[in-house]
């Protein structure tokens, strides 16, 4: 049974930094890509950042030169590295992944990250 599990959430002061982790366990399969998203109440999850198994990266506009998804393999986990953090990061962020193979998506539970002012 695949799990995703993220923590690493919590409450920041602005300019701080935060590290969420993304654990992934449970497949017998490779990843094809795995995501970061970030949902407010009110509005639609939004993607903040992707990688792929080939290594490719990419960010949304809002957070380009501020965040870092990187990956562990020998650890199945993939981090997210929020630096600078700005009151408008402050969301409940989930981890996607979807696996060769296999058609469907997994999400985490999310972890909630409050960037005060």
């Known amino acids: 049974q695949v799990q995703v599990v993220e923590s690493g959430g919590g409450l920041v002061q602005a300019g701080g930094s935060l590290r969420l982790s993304c654990v992934v366990s449970g497949s017998p399969f490779s990843f094809d890509r795995i995501g970061w998203y970030r949902q407010v109440p009110g509005k639609q999850r939004e993607l903040v950042a992707g990688?792929?198994?080939?290594?490719?990266?990419n960010y949304a506009d809002s957070v380009k030169g501020r965040f870092t998804i990187s990956g562990d393999n020998a650890k199945n986990t993939v981090y997210l590295q929020m630096n600078t953090l700005k009151p408008e990061d402050t969301a409940v962020y989930y981890c996607?992944?979807?696996?060769?193979?296999?058609?469907?998506?997994?999400w985490g539970q999310g972890t909630q990250v409050t960037v005060s002012s």
């Open positions: 990688l792929s198994s080939g290594g490719t990266t």
């Open positions: 996607n992944v979807a696996f060769r193979f296999v058609p469907r998506d997994y």
